[in-house]
């Protein structure tokens, strides 16, 4: 059994997780994983699950984050999940 890095359950069905950058981390649950390992938005605060977008090195979980958090950019962030090219 192992200790969860999170909520320091010891579970019999711990997983780990491995990141690109060389740190093992051990969860019993995705809901931990999720909360130790998901970037925040930046305007609205909600964990990015999905793939989020990113601007100047910031993060947000939508164009539509993105574009409220900085007026600026409004014309250069396009959410086109689901929008047919044509």
Request: proline residues 2%; hydrophobic residues 35%; aromatic residues 8%.
């Amino acid at each position: 059994m192992a200790i969860c890095d999170v909520c320091g359950n010891d579970y019999w069905l711990t997983f780990e997780v491995r990141t690109a950058g060389g740190n093992v981390h051990t969860f019993d649950s995705f809901e931990c994983a999720v909360t130790r390992l998901a970037p925040v938005c930046e305007h609205c605060e909600c964990r990015i699950l999905g793939h989020g977008v990113e601007v100047a090195g910031r993060f947000y979980c939508c164009a539509h984050c993105a574009r409220e958090a900085d007026s600026k950019l409004g014309a250069q962030i396009r959410d086109a999940v689901g929008v047919h090219p044509g």
